[in-house]
């Protein structure tokens, strides 16, 4: 049997970590794919999983990514509504981050025959998006004759 390290590589933790956002003077998208959230129903303690997308535009700060794993990671064994776990992790992240916009989407896995899909966000009061360009579609060209 293996020794267990003095100081374990990591553990889970509810403290979300961030740095300066390199671009603050731009308006980007940070996408986050989290397909292995897991938790259990409040009610049965049945396991609940799900896949959770973060669509956010930093302000000021950027969510450090290991942070982010290790707080996903602490609602393991947590009783959490699909509702209220969506909405405490999009509050915890605007709380450190106050982003100038996050959209948190989870995609519950299948528990009855019910697939459940909760859709949160935030909008920084004042910000405003830039208008969505439009650009035309070319078809795929390999260079190759026909």
Partial sequence: MREVPKNPP????KDILVFPNPNPERDYV???QVPEFTCHCPLTGQPDF???TIDMIADELCVELKS???YFWSYRDEGAFHEKVTN???DDIVKVTDPRFIRITAKWYVRGGIYTNVVAEH???G?????????????????LLR
């Avoid at 990591?10 to 933790?13: E, M, R, T, Y």
């Avoid at 830039?130 to 795929?140: S, T």
Wanted: net charge positive; proline share 11%.
């Fill in 10 to 13: 990591s553990k889970p933790s």
């Fill in 127 to 143: 910000w405003t998006p830039a208008p969505r360009v439009e650009l035309p579609a070319h078809g795929f060209e390999s260079g």
């Fill in 68 to 70: 982010l794993k290790m």
């Fill in 30 to 32: 940070i996408q986050f």
């Fill in 123 to 125: 909008r920084k009061a």
């Fill in 50 to 52: 799900a896949h959770f």
């Fill in 88 to 90: 405490k992790i999009l």
